[in-house]
């Protein structure tokens, strides 16, 4: 009798193999948690018993870490995430208010994953990046975040002003749209992928590719930099709108 093949992925993950932007030791064991599938890709994003136990170092063991995962005191987006898999990722807030601690995944000096420390007034504020718009019924419009969100837009903004590539402040959990920020000349980009992952700039102009992901031209420090426009995300005009670096 012919052996049955798996199916679906393996639920485990080597250090050794685990995505390169994990800044995790590789050589203390031989396993690591794998992420659940969520809102970010693996890549872009760590489970939060790694975050918790080898990044922050809150927690020693393993075991530590989930009990306090599984009581629901780590909150993600200002929800508590018990499931000690779940991926947290780019302008995710991570906060334990038990510890009076409030964190935000950030790019920061060529890593796509780095958590800063933000002021409590912030743990509820988010800036998202628009990848997907389309229509639905009724007239209205959809659009898709960089974190997996779907929002109806309505009334509060017009439509037909938001365009992928745009980047949108809302509050978390409850999604309330307060700023919206254009991908045009002027508006203040991060770069989030890449050797130059952490980088701000302000927008001079955008170049379109053929067949390609058009570039964006960055002023950083009076030097010109360029970015592929899907490797960057708007935080604001003159300023940041929140706080996105050390």
Same mark, same amino acid.
């Given at each position: ?32 948690? +794998? ?12 489970? *939060? ?19 306090? =995962?599984?009581?629901?005191? $780590? ?13 947290v990722g780019l ?9 009076? *601690? ?13 958590? =800063?420390?933000? %002021?409590?007034?912030? $743990?509820?504020?988010? !800036?998202?990046? $628009?990848?997907?718009?389309?229509n639905v019924r009724?007239? +209205?419009?959809? /659009? ?25 402040? !809302? ?9 919206? !920020? ?10 989030? *992928? ?9 927008i001079y102009k955008?170049? %379109?590719? %053929? ?22 995300? /708007? ?6 709108? !929140?706080?996105?670096? %050390?």
């Open positions: 009798m012919a052996e049955l093949g798996k199916k679906g992925g393996s639920r485990a993950l080597k250090r050794l193999v685990a995505p390169k932007t994990w800044r995790v030791p590789r050589k203390i064991s031989k396993w690591i948690v +794998r992420p659940s599938p969520g809102p970010h890709p693996m890549e872009l994003s760590m489970p *939060l018993l790694v975050i918790l136990r080898d990044v922050l170092k809150l927690y020693s063991t393993a075991k530590e870490a989930r009990k306090v =995962i599984k009581a629901g005191k $780590v909150l993600v987006d200002g929800k508590p995430r018990r499931d000690h898999k779940f991926p302008m995710d807030t991570l906060s334990i208010p038990d510890e009076e *601690l409030y964190l935000r995944c950030v790019p920061y000096n060529a890593r796509p994953i780095h958590f =800063i420390a933000i %002021p409590k007034s912030e $743990v509820n504020l988010k !800036i998202c990046r $628009v990848i997907r718009k389309f009724g007239g +209205r419009f959809q /659009i898709t975040l960089h974190d997996g969100r779907n929002m109806l837009i309505d009334s509060i903004l017009d439509p037909n002003s938001i365009s992928i590539g745009d980047s949108l402040l !809302i509050t978390v959990p409850d999604q309330e749209i307060k700023a919206h !920020i254009r991908a045009e000349a002027g508006s203040l980009a991060m770069i989030f *992928l890449g050797d130059r992952a952490g980088i701000k700039g302000v955008i170049v %379109p590719q %053929p067949y390609s992901v058009p570039l964006v031209e960055l002023k950083v420090n009076g030097t010109t930099m360029y970015a592929r426009k899907d490797r960057i995300i /708007i935080v604001g005009k003159e300023r940041p709108l !929140i706080k996105v670096e %050390p």
